[in-house]
């Protein structure tokens, strides 16, 4: 119940298309999802993140797509670039709490 | 305004010996988060310190992992007598404080390698 699954492991994609990453949990305690990018060598960093009182929230090329009833979310990336290579991870976090539950990580490769 | 350090960035030990990974927080962050990845996993929870405080440490092994955070200076996770199970990247969060929608800020960890 406080496991976040992640989906898929890894994608590629060429330059300008639009990658989908997929996150499920069961746990309706969480209130916080963010997303976070992960650069070889480097630690995660917060993309962006959500609250379940909204559908959908856009910061620049990235957007968070909410499903409260399915109790999923996702990340799109708009016209992706070679840049956006890395490691995607979902996150989440119940209300009051400290304890980040990561999903799997998400390996994308953009192809110039 | 320097980020979340953590040293050294990879840290080679034969199997019995001592690992010392260190963590310093962003300024003005008192709270203090370690995190273990393995290959093709996401990172685990396993300990959560506030100054000279554990606070949990629900995720982390009973038996050779311990971990402090001084009143002065980084916050240490000790391994003992590692074993090459213990080879991962171990990741250190801090944030200024902790609960609900708590930004964490990451340093870029260190790969432990057990040979």
């Known amino acids: 119940q406080q496991q976040v699954k992640q989906s898929p492991q890894s994608l590629i994609v060429q330059k300008g298309g639009i990658p989908i990453i997929n996150c499920a949990y069961e746990?309706?305690?969480?209130?916080?999802f963010p997303w976070y990018q992960q650069f070889p060598g480097k630690g995660p960093a917060l993309l962006i993140a959500?609250?379940?009182?909204?559908s959908e929230k856009k910061e620049g090329r990235f957007t968070i797509s909410f499903n409260k009833s399915a109790k999923q979310f996702s990340l799109h990336i708009m016209d992706s670039q070679p840049g956006d290579s890395a490691t995607y991870f979902c996150?989440?976090?119940?209300?009051?709490?400290?304890?980040?539950?990561f999903g799997t990580g998400t390996r994308l490769k953009v192809l110039a | 305004n320097a980020g979340v350090m953590q040293n050294p960035r990879h840290l080679v030990r034969r199997r019995g010996q001592e690992a010392r990974l260190r963590c310093s927080p962003m300024?003005?962050?008192?709270?203090v988060y370690w995190y273990r990845q393995l290959p093709e996993e996401g990172l685990k929870f396993m300990v959560y310190?506030?100054?000279?405080?554990?606070?949990?440490e629900s995720g982390m092994p009973k038996e050779r992992f311990s971990a402090e955070f001084p009143k002065e200076g980084p916050s240490i996770l000790r391994i003992q007598q590692v074993v090459r199970g213990d080879s991962a990247a171990y990741f250190c969060?801090?944030?200024?404080?902790?609960?609900?929608?708590?930004?964490?800020?990451f340093g870029s960890g260190t790969q432990l390698s057990v040979l």
């Open positions: 969060a801090s944030s200024p404080n902790p609960g609900q929608g708590q930004k964490l800020f």
């Open positions: 300024k003005g962050h008192s709270h």
């Open positions: 996150a989440a976090l119940g209300s009051g709490t400290y304890k980040y539950i």
């Open positions: 959500i609250r379940p009182d909204v």
């Open positions: 310190l506030q100054k000279e405080n554990i606070i949990d």
């Open positions: 746990n309706t305690a969480f209130d916080y």
